[in-house]
């Protein structure tokens, strides 16, 4: 409902109206133009203010009726037509006020514009507005304008009347379709001609409104054609994919065109929170940006609320929630209007057309997200067009989503399977269907050798690593590759420069001690000393040779480390490190550092086998059980160099611990001493790759295939859920 001052309502209309209007009111107020407005219709008993007047009067009248005229033919809204269209005729008429009533489409006569209306006195509910409602009625249903006097009724109607102080004329709005009433609360005293009048001039101002309500209706019904096309392409796009992605693209995409606003997103719901899946006219929105992010934290809210927000520049009325998270997107992104859509999926339907269950907040499935740039305020038919959109949004993006699960395409291609049921390929099914259960029985009950795979070499058993003792610059490489060797062989010949200089230097300070120890015990033998001087001599004497004592010492440690700086064979073999001359010369080398490795070919070899950590219980559980036959573990194994024959071993020794080894990862490290007939005819390389199977006894078949798949479903996805 619009109040309308006449003046202030003059005003907004621009200064053209507003000056027409106050040139109006200012000669209206005097009763001369009111009986100007019945002489212009041939009335010629109210001519008091003279001639000039009267003509004046008329002109001005037949100019506010023209601007009306005007005004009827723009595309205005209806409540601003109405709002000029009251504000002049009771200008015209020098009335006290006016309204008027606009017919709801429930069927209620709800008051659309107003002037003074609180000063008839029918504000209160009471009988004087129940007979005032039904005089409304009766003026809607006839053809002609109604005028009551004050305190008076209609004479087929005895629950219609005018309990007021005001005569009033009543006229309906619309022709043969009314939509609204135009009320004149008017003075009383006027004689019948005037009233007459009166009568004549508000009916002509109705037929002007109801030109306008007829122009306006068929506006509509051009737009509501036009809107059904749209919709139509619409809703053919829209529903042609059952892909969510594309779905929510074309939500937002083609309801940006069908609602034509500058921007419509659509968020979907993923548990608490909400994913912005779609920005109208962008192939994929980026979710780090700040507008992204701000839109799905406001769709999270409204979401989490469960009701629509339709925000025009004022958020003081919503939640403080919904409130903070939609100042801070109007901040970021400069939107004017923004309304958020809850979309909402449809509940069940039982066998008698009624929902299964009551809606709750987890029927939400997502918000529809529309945003204006150039005005502050969504229109009549925008709203319209907005909840059309958002119910075709929530049916296509529920349908999307359920046919998205992860079962969902095992069922597709399901239903694609109909061919094979077709009587002439039934046959062809059913034998298929038959090897498909015999493969089924065979993985679960036939039994084979459960095997566990390892990869290793083939070392001697007897080798031993040379380490470097202390460090320094190889200066000599006494033993190459391939080279034998005896134990205590000199190997490499290293050289430290600093054991030199510390050598050299306590060598030099035990001569120096030693010269001093001379040069005291002949001063001691001098027979001119006193008793005094022959202590302290000896007592001098007897420091410097705990010095030199030290110093020898040192050197003695030293120089043994000296000696280290020769590294030998610690036994009888070959020298089994690859270019080991070419390598080490001239290179220098810390403490603890790996050089050479010697192995004896000529004793017993092994296999050292790495196995995988997750694989450890299977051979651990067949140790055991082998362990308690007296048997050790079985091997079957391949050498790459003759990977054609198959070998035998057993199993000596299991590594307690894993260890982290390269790009094998956690392994074991398993000993297998294979048998030595099997390798007498093999030229034995130390380190020779090596494939080898652990016999682990017998399981079923499809354990056999798939242990390694159902290890990883117990570990990464049934351990976890």
Same mark, same amino acid.
């Given at each position: 409902?619009?109040?309308?001052?006449?003046?202030?309502?003059?005003?907004?209309?621009?200064?053209?109206?507003?000056?027409?209007?106050?040139?109006?009111?200012?000669?209206?107020?005097?009763?001369?133009?009111?009986?100007?407005?019945?002489?212009?219709?041939?009335?010629?008993?109210?001519?008091?203010?003279?001639?000039?007047?009267?003509?004046?009067?008329?002109?001005?009248?037949?100019?506010?009726?023209?601007?009306?005229?005007?005004?009827?033919?723009?595309?205005?809204?209806?409540?601003?037509?109405?709002?000029?269209?009251?504000?002049?005729?009771?200008?015209?008429?020098?009335?006290?006020?006016?309204?008027?009533?606009?017919?709801?489409?429930?069927?209620?006569?709800?008051?659309?514009?107003?002037?003074?209306?609180?000063?008839?006195?029918?504000?209160?509910?009471?009988?004087?507005?129940?007979?005032?409602?039904?005089?409304?009625?009766?003026?809607?249903?006839?053809?002609?304008?109604?005028?009551?006097?004050?305190?008076?009724?209609?004479?087929?109607?005895?629950?219609?009347?005018?309990?007021?102080?005001?005569?009033?004329?009543?006229?309906?709005?619309?022709?043969?379709?009314?939509?609204?009433?135009?009320?004149?609360?008017?003075?009383?005293?006027?004689?019948?001609?005037?009233?007459?009048?009166?009568?004549r001039f508000v009916d002509q101002m109705g037929e002007i409104a109801t030109d306008f309500l007829?122009?306006?209706?068929?506006?509509?019904?051009?737009?509501?054609?036009?809107?059904?096309?749209?919709?139509?392409?619409?809703?053919?796009?829209?529903h042609r994919s059952l892909d969510p992605r594309r779905t929510a693209y074309t939500i937002a995409?083609?309801?940006?065109?069908?609602?034509?606003?500058?921007?419509?997103?659509?968020?979907?719901?993923?548990?608490?929170?909400?994913?912005?899946?779609?920005?109208?006219?962008?192939?994929?929105?980026?979710?780090?940006?700040?507008?992204?992010?701000?839109?799905?934290?406001?769709?999270?809210?409204?979401?989490?609320?469960?009701?629509?927000?339709?925000?025009?520049?004022?958020?003081?009325?919503?939640?403080?929630?919904?409130?903070?998270?939609?100042?801070?997107?109007?901040?970021?992104?400069?939107?004017?209007?923004?309304?958020?859509?809850?979309?909402?999926? /449809?509940?069940?339907? $039982?066998?008698?057309? %009624?929902? *299964?269950? =009551?809606?709750? !907040?987890?029927?939400?499935?997502? #918000? &529809?997200?529309?945003?204006?740039?150039? /005005?502050?305020?969504? $229109?009549?038919?925008? %709203?319209? *067009?907005? =909840?059309?959109? !958002?119910?075709?949004?929530?049916? #296509? &993006?529920?349908?999307?989503?359920?046919?998205?699960?992860?079962?969902?395409?095992?069922?597709?291609?399901?239903?694609?399977?109909?061919?094979?049921?077709?009587?002439?390929? &039934?046959?062809?099914?059913?034998?298929?269907?038959?090897?498909?259960?015999?493969?089924?029985?065979?993985?679960?009950?036939?039994?084979?050798?459960?095997?566990?795979?390892?990869?290793?070499?083939?070392?001697?058993?007897?080798?031993?690593?040379?380490?470097?003792?202390?460090?320094?610059?190889?200066?000599?490489?006494?033993?190459?590759?391939?080279?034998?060797?005896?134990?205590?062989?000199?190997?490499?010949?290293?050289?430290?420069?600093?054991?030199?200089?510390?050598?050299?230097?306590l060598n030099g300070q035990r001569q120096t001690t030693e010269q001093q120890m001379a040069a005291?015990?002949?001063?001691?033998?001098?027979?001119?000393?006193?008793?005094?001087?022959?202590?302290?001599?000896?007592?001098?004497?007897?420091?410097?040779?705990?010095?030199?004592?030290?110093?020898?010492?040192?050197?003695?440690?030293?120089?043994?480390?000296?000696?280290?700086?020769?590294?030998?064979?610690?036994?009888?073999?070959?020298?089994?490190?690859?270019?080991?001359?070419?390598?080490?010369?001239?290179?220098?080398?810390?403490?603890?550092?790996?050089?050479?490795?010697?192995?004896?070919?000529?004793?017993?070899?092994?296999?050292?086998?790495?196995?995988?950590?997750?694989?450890?219980?299977?051979?651990?559980?067949?140790?055991?059980?082998?362990?308690?036959?007296?048997?050790?573990?079985?091997?079957?194994?391949?050498?790459?160099?003759?990977?054609?024959?198959?070998?035998?071993?057993?199993?000596?020794?299991?590594?307690?611990?894993?260890?982290?080894?390269?790009?094998?990862?956690?392994?074991?490290?398993?000993?297998?001493?294979?048998?030595?007939?099997?390798?007498?005819?093999?030229?034995?390389?130390?380190?020779?790759?090596?494939?080898?199977?652990?016999?682990?006894?017998?399981?079923?078949?499809?354990?056999?295939?798939?242990?390694?798949?159902?290890?990883?479903?117990?570990?990464?996805?049934?351990?976890?859920?």
């Amino acid at each position: 409902m619009s109040t309308v001052p006449l003046h202030e309502a003059a005003a907004t209309r621009g200064p053209t109206l507003a000056r027409a209007a106050e040139e109006t009111t200012a000669s209206a107020q005097r009763e001369a133009g009111a009986s100007a407005a019945a002489s212009a219709d041939g009335d010629g008993t109210g001519a008091e203010g003279g001639a000039v007047a009267v003509a004046n009067a008329r002109q001005e009248i037949r100019a506010l009726v023209a601007e009306v005229a005007r005004i009827a033919k723009t595309d205005v809204d209806a409540t601003e037509f109405f709002e000029v269209l009251l504000s002049r005729t009771v200008a015209a008429l020098a009335a006290s006020g006016g309204a008027v009533w606009r017919l709801r489409d429930d069927g209620v006569l709800a008051l659309e514009v107003q002037i003074n209306y609180r000063q008839t006195g029918l504000v209160e509910d009471g009988p004087p507005q129940q007979r005032h409602t039904r005089l409304l009625r009766k003026a809607l249903a006839q053809d002609k304008g109604l005028i009551v006097a004050p305190h008076s009724g209609v004479e087929d109607d005895e629950a219609a009347g005018n309990d007021t102080e005001h005569l009033l004329i009543l006229t309906r709005l619309g022709g043969e379709q009314p939509q609204a009433v135009l009320e004149i609360f008017q003075r009383p005293g006027a004689g019948p001609v005037t009233q007459r009048g009166y009568l004549r001039f508000v009916d002509q101002m109705g037929e002007i409104a109801t030109d306008f309500l007829k122009s306006r209706r068929l506006r509509q019904y051009e737009d509501r054609q036009a809107l059904w096309s749209q919709l139509n392409d619409f809703t053919r796009a829209l529903h042609r994919s059952l892909d969510p992605r594309r779905t929510a693209y074309t939500i937002a995409t083609e309801g940006r065109r069908l609602l034509e606003c500058e921007r419509v997103s659509l968020a979907v719901r993923q548990g608490r929170r909400c994913r912005i899946a779609a920005v109208s006219n962008q192939d994929s929105p980026d979710r780090r940006s700040n507008v992204v992010t701000s839109l799905a934290r406001l769709a999270e809210r409204v979401v989490a609320a469960g009701e629509p927000v339709w925000f025009s520049g004022d958020a003081r009325h919503l939640p403080p929630q919904v409130e903070e998270a939609i100042d801070a997107h109007v901040d970021l992104s400069h939107a004017k209007a923004v309304a958020v859509l809850p979309l909402v999926r /449809e509940p069940e339907v $039982g066998s008698h057309g %009624t929902p *299964r269950c =009551e809606m709750t !907040r987890r029927d939400v499935i997502g #918000a &529809l997200l529309i945003e204006r740039f150039d /005005e502050a305020r969504f $229109g009549e038919g925008l %709203t319209q *067009r907005a =909840e059309l959109l !958002r119910d075709h949004a929530a049916v #296509a &993006l529920s349908n999307a989503l359920d046919h998205h699960g992860p079962l969902m395409p095992l069922v597709r291609w399901l239903g694609r399977t109909r061919l094979l049921t077709v009587a002439r390929n &039934l046959p062809r099914t059913l034998l298929a269907a038959a090897a498909v259960a015999t493969l089924l029985v065979a993985l679960f009950f036939l039994p084979a050798d459960f095997q566990l795979e390892a990869r290793g070499t083939l070392e001697p058993t007897l080798r031993r690593e040379v380490f470097v003792q202390e460090g320094g610059l190889v200066t000599e490489v006494l033993a190459d590759h391939g080279q034998f060797v005896t134990a205590g062989a000199p190997l490499v010949q290293l050289q430290s420069r600093d054991l030199d200089v510390q050598i050299t230097g306590l060598n030099g300070q035990r001569q120096t001690t030693e010269q001093q120890m001379a040069a005291v015990s002949r001063q001691r033998n001098n027979p001119q000393l006193s008793a005094d001087e022959r202590d302290r001599l000896a007592g001098e004497l007897k420091e410097l040779r705990e010095t030199f004592d030290s110093l020898t010492l040192q050197i003695d440690l030293l120089e043994t480390k000296q000696q280290l700086l020769t590294l030998t064979s610690p036994i009888d073999g070959e020298v089994v490190t690859w270019d080991a001359r070419r390598r080490l010369l001239r290179r220098p080398v810390e403490k603890g550092q790996l050089l050479l490795t010697v192995a004896d070919p000529r004793g017993p070899w092994e296999l050292e086998l790495k196995m995988r950590e997750d694989r450890m219980g299977h051979v651990g559980r067949a140790a055991a059980a082998a362990g308690k036959r007296g048997e050790p573990l079985a091997v079957e194994y391949i050498l790459a160099t003759e990977p054609g024959r198959s070998r035998a071993g057993k199993v000596t020794h299991i590594q307690s611990a894993a260890e982290l080894r390269g790009q094998d990862g956690n392994t074991v490290l398993i000993r297998v001493a294979p048998q030595r007939a099997d390798l007498a005819d093999v030229e034995l390389r130390p380190g020779a790759s090596v494939t080898a199977k652990i016999d682990c006894g017998r399981r079923s078949l499809g354990y056999v295939w798939f242990h390694d798949v159902l290890a990883f479903l117990n570990s990464r996805v049934l351990f976890r859920l």
